[in-house]
């Protein structure tokens, strides 16, 4: 039942050959074998996950299940669920308790899906190997003892580990789509403003964007579905229909322009990630589509402008963490400022108070010209990179991540390093364009086989292409379907 796709999950609830109680029960049990290895999930609601899945076969029996009825899920633990712990990865929020859903959680509840637990996480979704999560780091399933990617590695583990048929994830600057290709599943980050951010809690505001993480483009057509939509409860929710997701899927890639940065190809790339994505171009070429030399001049200045509004950002969001309010409060305060410092200082992890220092100063009267303001421009100038290439094609071509998953530990202590890992990704969020992270094939080296992520970016609101671009690959070749070894 576990290597069954969502439209077959779908399919077998609706002719009876399995329950959604038999469902859960089934990954409740592979979560019960698996996770503790991985360290993939924060909290497991097993108990609420068996209450939904009878809802749901009773709201089958009675004539009323949609198509996504009784198909259980794990969300990222940065979406606030109502009743159950919502950490973020951090201290700070271990005994946070949301009153409330998040707009994700209660349009996928509304669908009758059952929430298995919830995914271990970048503290605050600040990292690229969850190595920052204060629940300890999550473990790649292709390689124990490497990253997952982050900060969405524990819903990218548990997908590729096949502990849930789909999760939840969300992308400031790549945190759905290079976990996506660590762990050899497909995530899609959509267009800012696409997926409401109501309930999610905020990293950089004008970043944050949550997507679909899934074993194809397939699967990830039909849980967008769900996510996607306007939502009054936040301000940058776009009002625009959305269209079925699934219907384009087998729309023919004849004569599509797909565009080749060589900013994206040049030094920095590992060679066999570079073979591998190459492979999955050419694929791309017999298919019938058109490949386009391109340039985005501005690539390099992504990570430093990141670097400057993320922070700035999240430097604001992150004030309302203040010990009197949310979560956790330091021992016998003294008096007011001393409750706010040891608070903030006992309940943040190393990486989340960098951030909130370069932040700060950032945004400083002083400096505020200087970084943020120009920060602000050069964001400007790399969307502008993007409008002139969609001029010529309809989406863009490229690795996901320079190379494949790092051992534990490798860059824990060098945050630049541990910063590029998103250089192919963070682009996309700043201009607020829509990216898909797919299974292109693996590297054998010496930690084994480990999965590469071909990137596709598409233009404003083109999600349906992207994901009809990733189901035509996916149709010809069959590394989305691959397990890792002890999983199967
Ligand atoms: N790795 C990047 C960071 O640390 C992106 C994280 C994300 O997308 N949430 O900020």
């Given at each position: 039942?576990?290597?069954k796709?969502?439209?077959?999950?779908?399919?077998g609830?609706?002719?009876?050959?399995?329950?959604?109680?038999?469902?859960?029960?089934?990954?409740?049990?592979r979560?019960e074998t698996?996770?503790?290895?991985?360290?993939?999930?924060?909290?497991v609601?097993a108990?609420?996950a068996?209450?939904?899945?009878?809802?749901?076969?009773?709201?089958?029996q009675?004539?009323?299940a949609?198509l996504?009825t009784?198909?259980p899920?794990?969300?990222?633990d940065?979406?606030c669920?109502?009743?159950?712990?919502?950490s973020?990865g951090s201290?700070?929020?271990?005994?946070?308790?949301?009153?409330?859903?998040a707009?994700?959680?209660?349009?996928?509840?509304?669908?009758g899906?059952?929430?298995?637990?919830?995914?271990?996480?970048?503290e605050?979704?600040?990292?690229?190997?969850n190595e920052t999560s204060?629940?300890g780091?999550?473990?790649n399933?292709?390689?124990?003892?490497?990253?997952?990617?982050?900060?969405?590695?524990?819903?990218?583990?548990?997908v590729a580990?096949?502990?849930?048929?789909?999760?939840?994830?969300?992308?400031?600057?790549?945190?759905?789509r290079q976990?996506?290709?660590?762990?050899?599943?497909?995530?899609?980050?959509?267009?800012?403003?696409?997926?409401s951010?109501?309930?999610?809690?905020?990293?950089?505001?004008?970043?944050?964007?949550?997507?679909?993480?899934?074993?194809?483009?397939e699967?990830?057509?039909?849980?967008?579905?769900?996510?996607?939509?306007?939502?009054?409860?936040?301000?940058?929710?776009v009002?625009?229909?959305?269209?079925?997701?699934?219907a384009?899927?087998n729309?023919?890639?004849?004569?599509?322009?797909?565009?080749?940065?060589?900013?994206?190809?040049g030094?920095g790339l590992d060679?066999?990630?570079?073979?591998?994505?190459?492979?999955?171009i050419?694929q791309?070429?017999?298919?019938?589509a058109?490949?386009v030399d391109i340039?985005l001049?501005?690539?390099?200045?992504?990570v430093?402008?990141?670097?400057?509004?993320?922070?700035?950002?999240?430097?604001?969001?992150?004030?309302?963490?203040?010990?009197?309010?949310?979560?956790?409060?330091?021992?016998?305060?003294?008096?007011?400022?001393?409750?706010?410092?040891?608070s903030?200082?006992?309940?943040?992890?190393a990486?989340v108070?960098r951030?909130?220092?370069m932040?700060?100063?950032?945004?400083?009267?002083?400096?505020?010209?200087?970084?943020?303001?120009?920060?602000?421009?050069l964001?400007?100038?790399?969307?502008?990179d993007?409008?002139?290439?969609?001029e010529?094609?309809?989406v863009i071509?490229?690795p996901?991540?320079?190379?494949?998953a790092?051992?534990?530990?490798?860059?824990a202590?060098?945050?630049?390093s541990?910063?590029l890992?998103?250089i192919?990704?963070?682009?996309?969020?700043?201009a607020?364009?829509p990216?898909?992270?797919?299974?292109?094939?693996?590297?054998?080296g010496?930690?084994g086989?480990?999965?590469?992520g071909l990137?596709?970016?598409?233009?404003?609101?083109?999600?349906?292409?992207?994901?009809?671009?990733a189901?035509?690959y996916?149709q010809?070749?069959?590394?989305h379907?691959?397990?890792?070894?002890?999983?199967?």
């Amino acid at each position: 039942m576990y290597k069954k796709s969502i439209a077959e999950l779908s399919q077998g609830l609706a002719s009876g050959e399995f329950s959604s109680a038999e469902l859960t029960r089934t990954y409740l049990d592979r979560i019960e074998t698996h996770s503790a290895g991985l360290n993939a999930l924060i909290s497991v609601t097993a108990d609420e996950a068996m209450a939904a899945a009878q809802l749901a076969d009773q709201t089958r029996q009675a004539g009323n299940a949609g198509l996504l009825t009784g198909v259980p899920l794990i969300h990222k633990d940065i979406f606030c669920t109502e009743g159950v712990k919502t950490s973020c990865g951090s201290k700070m929020l271990d005994n946070f308790i949301a009153p409330y859903d998040a707009t994700v959680v209660a349009s996928c509840k509304a669908a009758g899906m059952p929430m298995l637990g919830k995914a271990n996480m970048d503290e605050f979704a600040m990292g690229s190997s969850n190595e920052t999560s204060f629940y300890g780091p999550v473990k790649n399933p292709w390689n124990i003892e490497t990253v997952p990617g982050g900060s969405s590695g524990g819903s990218a583990a548990v997908v590729a580990a096949r502990l849930a048929p789909i999760a939840t994830g969300t992308d400031t600057g790549g945190s759905i789509r290079q976990p996506a290709a660590l762990c050899g599943i497909t995530g899609l980050k959509p267009t800012y403003g696409r997926v409401s951010r109501y309930g999610m809690i905020a990293f950089a505001s004008s970043l944050d964007q949550a997507g679909p993480m899934t074993r194809s483009a397939e699967d990830a057509a039909w849980l967008l579905n769900i996510m996607a939509g306007f939502d009054a409860r936040d301000s940058t929710s776009v009002e625009r229909d959305v269209p079925d997701y699934t219907a384009t899927l087998n729309d023919d890639l004849q004569g599509l322009k797909i565009g080749l940065p060589k900013e994206y190809f040049g030094e920095g790339l590992d060679a066999d990630v570079g073979r591998v994505v190459d492979a999955a171009i050419k694929q791309y070429q017999q298919m019938g589509a058109e490949l386009v030399d391109i340039s985005l001049p501005n690539s390099h200045l992504s990570v430093p402008t990141y670097y400057v509004v993320a922070p700035a950002e999240c430097s604001s969001n992150l004030s309302r963490f203040d010990g009197v309010r949310f979560g956790y409060r330091c021992k016998d305060p003294q008096d007011l400022e001393d409750l706010y410092k040891r608070s903030r200082g006992e309940g943040f992890g190393a990486e989340v108070k960098r951030r909130i220092m370069m932040g700060t100063y950032a945004l400083s009267a002083g400096y505020y010209d200087a970084y943020y303001l120009k920060a602000q421009q050069l964001r400007q100038l790399i969307s502008d990179d993007f409008k002139q290439a969609f001029e010529k094609v309809d989406v863009i071509m490229g690795p996901t991540a320079p190379d494949v998953a790092f051992k534990l530990g490798a860059k824990a202590s060098d945050p630049v390093s541990m910063y590029l890992s998103d250089i192919y990704t963070i682009a996309t969020n700043l201009a607020g364009l829509p990216g898909m992270s797919i299974p292109a094939g693996f590297v054998a080296g010496d930690k084994g086989d480990m999965p590469v992520g071909l990137q596709i970016i598409g233009n404003y609101f083109d999600e349906s292409r992207l994901l009809n671009v990733a189901h035509q690959y996916q149709q010809e070749t069959d590394w989305h379907t691959r397990i890792p070894q002890g999983f199967e």
